[in-house]
């Protein structure tokens, strides 16, 4: 789903917590998937908006449900037209004719005859002149413009859309009725008159602003047309004002906010520039392997390879990244010594795949191994550009390779564990975690996945059982708290569970994953708004490159109705977005908050009976 579940049926503050906590994946950043944001030591999805249907009494919605549901199974375009002899459309009657001509009634409206006042009357009102129809009076107006409604409608539901455009014409010129409009529109839509359908709508839109049907219609043009970010507004528009009742239009607003989204993804990333992710989320994923120990050269020449891969190495270890991956560069250019070309490459493909460039990152990882086939890291850094690429099979065979060369090496069964747990084989990854630690039991990473692993299994007794023991092994460890404090929320444990993230706080912070946690709780079960914006913006803080920061304070500004601050964060995750996976999911929530304020703008009772829904 895309992020336009902001409208969505409202949540308790329970439900909206195991929401937030169900869709963390529980998963290092082995792999990076698409449409997710990845933060400290677990992945961390998007907070999906929570905007509930509201009602501004629109036009249309009343006598029409049925008749618009029909059209829309059987069509994508306009081809339902008002029938009601009465032009008041609160009470108007729809005829749908994409594949019939039946009519749906409103209950309280007669059923519509096609017979015409012409053939009752005597009266030709197709050859009145403008001066003449002047001197009528209102309500012979209002006859004169039915009466040649009902013949347009008659040549509608025969398919003579010309004749019915004549006749809703002189319709138009008796009484200027948005319904007359929105019925010639229909008949343009079945001309392929995509332009006039847009500007009859406009018509009707100018005379009732909330009239669903001609919003829906204008959209279906609007898309037809090449105006997907018009048609986006539309159909949005429709979603709110119909009550959510309308799952064509629903379907169609996720559409194109994704067709919306992809194509300006593909151009931005044309011009991006290459940049590694938030220092949270590059440390997370370098801590999960062990070191490699291996002797550094000890008195390389200054311009030489080996003199850049040495300043490389301790740039590391200082974890300052970008003076790394420089002189990473520097050392591939000068060209190193045998003996450290396969930490070199292995090291330029880890920062060039977290940069986001799979394909240049296996080139890189094929070298480190060529160069150096003992490299167990290079084959596990390897089955995570397979897996993101879809290929297990290719997956799972980096691990063989690995375990050929040293089936002692922990760090193989605990990365296996990860892309077993990813796929949903949780026995499996249980296992793989239980391996890693026999071999090695002071990687606190595989005890936190292994007490999770249990939790998804079902065995929260086990799981807690684990978690306690590595709490008492690792005590000073955040990540420990802070993960046994997501267990403990899940199970509204909600004191205990915000001790522990304020426990991983002051163990650790530089941290922004227990703020947001902690925020969360505060935002969506305590009601403290002003502490869980405080939270955020202190997790932006420590890390300005989080953008689970970034996407919690714009889903808080946006549920409190302050949508142009919530804006300004969610084009910062454009900014922070590395992949055209993740420019894509943040375009969508720009759209999505463009589009909203503008409703909001515009229908401001339905936006304000939208919010008051929110709670």
């Not at 119909?242 to 064509?248: E, H, I, L, P, V």
């Not at 292995?346 to 160069?371: C, H, P, Q, R």
């Amino acid at each position: 789903m895309t992020n336009n579940r902001a409208l969505a049926a409202p949540l308790t503050a329970q439900e909206k917590l195991k929401r937030f906590f169900e869709d963390k994946d529980w998963k290092f950043y082995c792999t990076l998937a698409a449409g997710m944001t990845v933060a400290g030591a677990g992945m961390y999805y998007l907070s999906r908006p929570k905007t509930p249907p509201a009602s501004s009494k629109p036009r249309s919605t009343q006598g029409q449900g049925k008749a618009t549901t029909s059209s829309q199974k059987t069509s994508s375009t306009s081809t339902s037209i008002n029938t009601n002899t009465n032009t008041n459309t609160n009470t108007n009657t729809n005829t749908s004719t994409s594949t019939s001509t039946s009519t749906s009634t409103h209950p309280s409206s007669t059923p519509t005859t096609t017979t015409t006042t012409t053939s009752t009357t005597g009266i030709d009102y197709e050859s009145m002149t403008d001066e003449t129809i002047v001197q009528l009076t209102e309500k012979e107006r209002d006859d004169a413009a039915q009466s040649l409604k009902t013949r347009g409608n008659s040549h509608f539901s025969n398919k003579k859309f010309e004749e019915a455009v004549q006749l809703y014409s002189q319709a138009i010129r008796f009484k200027k009725d948005p319904v007359f409009f929105s019925n010639r529109a229909a008949c343009f839509a079945n001309l392929g008159q995509n332009e006039r359908v847009i500007h009859d709508c406009d018509k009707a839109l100018a005379l009732d602003p909330g009239y669903i049907k001609a919003l829906n219609r204008r959209a279906q043009a609007y898309e037809k047309n090449g105006q997907p970010e018009s048609a986006l507004y539309d159909f949005t528009c429709v979603c709110i004002l119909d009550g959510f009742k309308n799952d064509a239009a629903g379907k169609a607003m996720e559409r194109i906010l994704k067709q919306v989204s992809e194509v300006k993804a593909k151009e931005m990333i044309k011009t991006k520039k290459p940049a590694l992710p938030s220092i949270t989320f590059v440390n997370a994923y370098l801590d999960s392997f062990h070191s490699v120990a291996h002797e550094l050269p000890t008195a390389p020449e200054e311009a030489s390879g080996d003199a850049y891969y040495v300043k490389a190495h301790q740039a590391i270890l200082e974890r300052d990244y970008p003076s790394a991956i420089i002189t990473l560069e520097k050392a591939i250019e000068l060209g190193c010594s045998h003996a450290y070309q396969g930490y070199v490459f292995n090291w330029m493909g880890t920062f060039v795949f977290l940069m986001g460039n799979a394909s240049g990152a296996l080139d890189y990882f094929n070298k480190a191994i060529e160069a150096n086939p003992q490299l167990i890291q290079s084959y596990l850094k390897r089955s995570s550009i397979y897996m993101e690429k879809g290929d297990m099979a290719s997956t799972y065979k980096q691990f063989e390779l690995a375990l050929e060369i040293n089936a002692s090496d922990s760090d193989i069964y605990y990365h296996r564990g990860q892309v077993n747990y990813i796929s949903g084989n949780y026995d499996a990854a249980a296992k793989d975690y239980a391996q890693s630690i026999e071999l090695d039991d002071s990687f606190v990473y595989a005890h936190i996945q292994l007490g999770v692993v249990q939790y998804k299994l079902g065995s929260i007794s086990s799981s807690m059982i684990t978690f306690n023991n590595t709490l008492k092994a690792f005590p000073d460890s955040a990540e420990v708290h802070n993960y046994y404090g997501e267990l403990l929320a899940d199970q509204q444990k909600l004191p205990e569970a915000i001790d522990a993230f304020t426990k991983a706080i002051s163990l650790d912070l530089r941290n922004p994953l227990p703020y947001i946690n902690k925020a969360m709780l505060m935002y969506q079960v305590m009601g403290n708004i002003p502490e869980a914006m405080d939270l955020c913006k202190n997790a932006l803080e420590v890390d300005p490159g989080c953008d689970a920061a970034v996407a919690s304070l714009a889903q808080m500004l946006l549920e409190q109705g302050q949508s142009e601050e919530a804006l300004a964060y969610y084009e910062m995750a454009i900014e922070l977005a590395r992949t055209e996976a993740e420019l894509e999911h943040a375009i969508m929530y720009v759209e999505a908050t463009k589009t909203q304020t503008r409703f909001a703008q515009e229908y401001p009772e339905a936006a304000a009976k939208l919010k008051a829904m929110r709670g």
